[in-house]
């Protein structure tokens, strides 16, 4: 078993900027990629963006640019840096670890909430 704990959500204006983290315990040995996810009301989730083990991020279109993820090993860290936050940007964020043997973990996920 793989437990996530994510924390750095809150309000903040349009244009200011949030760093979401994400600390992992257990099994976490057997985690490959992490990612963060975000669902907004009435709307399904989606992927923000990816690091895989090797350290290659991918991002959704729609953060490409404003958003960057990195991961700590050593601190067992995933986080995401989020600059020029939008209204649009307002959801719940999860944190995600894709085990090898392609089971998923979530966290219990952190609001984030952009004022305009």
């Known amino acids: 078993q793989v437990q996530l704990v994510e924390s750095g959500g809150g309000l903040v204006q349009a244009g200011g900027s949030l760093r979401l983290s994400c600390v992992s315990s257990?099994?976490?040995?057997?985690?490959?990629?992490m990612s963060w996810y975000r669902q907004a009301p009435g709307k399904q989730r989606e992927l923000v963006a990816t690091?895989?083990?090797?350290?290659?991020?991918n991002y959704a279109d729609s953060v490409k640019g404003r958003f960057t993820i990195s991961r700590d090993n050593a601190k067992n860290t995933v986080s995401l840096q989020m600059n020029s936050l939008k209204p649009e940007d307002t959801a719940v964020y999860y944190c995600n670890a894709r085990a090898r043997t392609g089971y998923s973990y979530w966290g219990q996920g952190t609001q984030v909430t952009v004022s305009s």
């Open positions: 257990g099994r976490i040995s057997n985690i490959d990629d």
């Open positions: 690091i895989t083990g090797g350290g290659t991020t």
